[in-house]
């Protein structure tokens, strides 16, 4: 018995000996890996090549971004090949560009903070809505990058990818306008749950003590947001408190009634999707804003990691002269709430929407969520029916489109949307707020003749 009994000692120690060094040797393979394939293991397929994102052609978003990065694909749709982003592709950007970390989108895509590019937007930065990149792992990512990209070989330190520190710690902001320029308005650091879409909204005063003229409009955004928008109001006899934050959603996801009620008396005012964005009205027009405006700010954000993440947004509305507006801007808000998409379909639906009078539109830029495959505006009667004046096929950065000549259209016309929405889910998909639900609809700006 005691013979048995060393023996089995024995035999445990030796056991656990060769486990210890089996883990040792694997970790010193691992660190030892080309860089490539430790970013494939421990990033790419961890992170990104998952359904329903970048896993194979068959995910819903494919046709929007056109990259599949799962494991002996990756690499060939990374290295040296042109972006489908209209922006960065402009902007001379590869995915991946060998020697240069800020020529490369995949960069860009993960470091949301963009004053390393220039203050330029490319869309949502990734993982969408899960949880981001550590500091360590994108300095692994841009370290390989800087050692020429390849394919095989260890160029970027192993250990960085053991750095945990969180790549939103810091939120730059924007500096607000110069005095007489210009109002910011903010939305102070807030939390949002893991697994939850938090939307709310806030009142709060622009501060301008006379009517105002607004020409561009600048936003910053911690990464994770869905949209935020300002909006304005339909009648002003009976708004919510100033600076008080009402939640949409209780924290079971239920809907607040009293604050889902009150979204009928909103306007569309500025707002977008983009996390950063910066755009200036055609020279000549502007958005007029009565003295003393309120704004009921919304930010909608999406949480679909497992660590709470925070949520902070800056709005810079950039002013100009009375004597240098010749057309006042309105605004279009054309949305369609009658939709219904079965389950594993492509459906195609469309909506007309016309004007009440004479009209010549400056922009137009669309909003659906992630079933939306490609978004289409058609001019609706007269002259150039059925003329398609708009597409986008990226839900997450929609084209933003300024028109010089302006789209004339007369008393009666209008324009149409039409809106391919791919279902790849299992469900029947219907208009509503929440990203597993849909939305369709036209925005932009347009001046009276």
């Not at 079971?252 to 983009?274: A, C, K």
């Not at 990691?305 to 509305?317: F, R, W």
Request: proline share 4%; net charge neutral; glycine share 8%.
């Amino acid at each position: 018995m005691k013979y048995s009994l060393l023996a089995s000692l024995s035999t445990a120690l030796i056991l656990t000996s060769i486990l210890i060094n089996s883990c040792t040797k694997q970790e010193q393979i691992s660190a030892n890996s080309a860089s490539f394939d430790l970013l494939q293991e421990k990033i790419l397929t961890k992170s990104c090549a998952i359904t329903g994102c970048h896993a194979s052609e068959s995910d819903g978003t494919y046709p929007q971004h056109g990259l599949v990065l799962a494991k002996g694909k990756a690499y060939k749709n990374l290295f040296e090949i042109d972006p489908k982003h209209i922006g960065a592709k402009q902007d001379g950007l590869k995915r991946v560009k060998a020697f240069k970390s800020l020529e490369s989108l995949l960069y860009h895509k993960l470091f949301y903070d963009v004053n390393h590019h220039g203050g330029k937007s490319y869309g949502a930065i990734m993982p969408l809505g899960g949880d981001l990149l550590s500091v360590g792992q994108i300095e692994f990512i841009r370290r390989w990058i800087e050692a020429g990209a390849p394919e095989k070989g260890s160029v970027a330190d192993a250990s960085l990818l053991n750095d945990t520190t969180p790549s939103t710690e810091t939120f730059v902001g924007l500096p607000a306008p110069a005095i007489g320029t210009g109002y910011q308005m903010t939305l102070d650091k807030f939390d949002v749950t893991p697994n939850f879409e938090r939307e709310f909204f806030v009142r709060k005063p622009l501060g301008n003590t006379e009517t105002v003229y607004v020409n561009r409009v600048q936003i910053s955004m911690r990464p994770g947001s869905h949209h935020f928008i300002l909006y304005g109001f339909r009648n002003n006899l009976n708004l919510a408190p100033i600076n008080q934050v009402r939640d949409l959603r209780n924290s079971d996801g239920t809907y607040n009634l009293v604050t889902f009620t009150q979204m009928g008396n909103h306007i569309f005012n500025f707002g977008g999707s983009e996390v950063n964005s910066d755009y200036t009205f055609p020279t000549g027009t502007a958005v007029e804003v009565p003295a003393n405006a309120t704004f009921d700010m919304n930010s909608h954000y999406y949480n679909k990691g497992t660590k709470p993440i925070p949520g902070e947004v800056d709005i810079n509305l950039f002013t100009t002269k009375k004597e240098n507006v010749k057309n006042v801007l309105k605004v279009i808000d054309f949305g369609n709430q009658n939709l219904n998409i079965p389950a594993k379909q492509r459906v195609v639906i469309s909506k007309d929407f016309t004007f009440d009078t004479n009209v010549k539109i400056v922009m137009l830029f669309s909003h659906t969520h992630k079933f939306g495959e490609k978004f289409e505006i058609l001019i609706k009667g007269g002259a150039r029916n059925g003329e398609i004046v708009y597409t986008s096929t990226n839900w997450e950065h929609p084209e933003k489109i300024d028109y010089l000549p302006n789209i004339s259209l007369k008393k009666g016309e209008g324009l149409t949307s039409r809106i391919t929405y791919n279902n790849t889910s299992d469900k029947n998909i219907k208009f509503g707020l929440t990203t597993e639900d849909e939305m369709g609809i036209i925005f932009g700006y347009y001046h009276e003749e």
